[in-house]
Each structure stands twice: as structure tokens, then as C-alpha cells.
């Protein structure tokens, strides 16, 4: 319950050196920009994580990245869509048109769809499910075949990414 923020990389990066180099610039200019900042860390597995709201977090590893983000209301909260934003406003330096801003409402809020339509994606939603957020970031999405294995409603099955629609394979 709440109201979330953040933003989605679409495309993701590959595991490929274009890519990772950049993706490594990227988080080293993060690195600096935080450096010395109380509500930022690095982890055992050197992602970058800021320790307010639900502790977005930057994966050290481009390929398993696809989203930023924390819900933005309520105690817990803090000043997390100070960091939200300004990680983003860095990313799009990095990035551009891949960084896909949005926020989520809960609680009954509506906004109306022709405001939440943008360049053909929902901002209210991002641009991929949390299945595949979660699957990217575990290591289980496979780049080269599009797929990945998600536990979902209590089954498991192996789903097929479709412009960010599951289609159930079997």
C-alpha cells in the first residue's frame, strides 16, 4: 500500500563490454556523487544500496539490472525520492531514452490514462513486471533465449518475454 517510484532500463544491457563499460561508469559517477552520504553503501556483492525507503539498490551486475525504485510514502520512507530522482537524473546522463521513469498509486488513487500514456508505455506501472525484475536480479533470465523462470501463483513454468507481456511456455 502506497505510492511507488523509480525507473526501468529499457532495453536492459547485456552482458556484452560495451555495455558493462558504461554501466560501470555509470555506477563509479553514483559513487561519487554519494560518496560520504550516511544513507549510502556498498554491499558484499558491491552493489551500490541507499538505506532509505525499501533500500533501492544498483546491481554491480548490468545484465541482472531492470529496476530502481522504492515506495515513496508512509514512515519508512524517508527521503528516498530525493535519491530516487537524482539516480535517476544521473542514469539518464548514462543512458537517455532508456531510463524510463514512473510511479505507481495505490489506495484507490486514479489517474487518468491519457496522463499516464507515454510514448507508448505506462508510467503508473514501468515497463516490466516484478516477476522479471526479480527473475533478472536473482540470475535466473536468460539474455541470449529471452526467457527466465519465475515462481508465480504457486506454479513454476518457464516464461516468454513478448514487449514485456508473460506468455506461458509450459
Not at 525504485?69 to 531514452?97: C, D, P, Q
Not at 505506462?122 to 529471452?146: F, L, Q, T
Request: a neutral charge.
Amino acid at each position: 500500500m502506497g505510492v511507488d517510484r523509480g525507473f526501468d532500463l529499457y532495453p536492459p544491457l547485456e552482458d556484452s563490454e560495451p555495455d558493462m563499460s558504461r554501466w560501470a561508469n555509470f555506477l563509479e559517477a553514483v559513487i561519487r556523487y554519494y560518496r560520504g552520504d550516511e544513507n549510502f553503501t556498498i554491499n558484499k556483492n558491491n552493489d551500490l544500496v541507499f538505506k532509505q525507503g525499501e533500500g533501492p539498490t544498483l546491481m554491480r551486475e548490468a545484465h541482472r539490472f531492470r529496476r530502481f525504485s522504492s515506495k515513496v510514502s508512509g514512515s519508512h520512507a524517508g527521503n528516498v525520492e530525493t535519491y530516487l530522482k537524482e539516480v535517476a537524473r544521473i542514469a539518464k546522463r548514462y543512458f537517455g531514452e532508456r531510463i524510463k521513469s514512473w510511479y505507481e498509486l495505490d489506495d484507490g488513487l486514479m489517474v487518468p490514462d491519457h496522463a499516464l500514456e507515454v510514448y507508448g508505455y505506462n508510467v503508473a506501472k514501468g515497463v516490466y513486471g516484478w516477476d522479471e525484475v526479480y527473475a533478472a536480479r536473482d540470475g535466473k533470465y536468460d539474455a541470449v533465449e529471452g526467457k527466465y523462470t519465475a515462481r508465480m501463483g504457486g506454479c513454476r513454468g518457464t516464461f516468454a518475454l513478448l514487449n514485456t507481456r508473460l506468455q506461458l511456455k509450459g
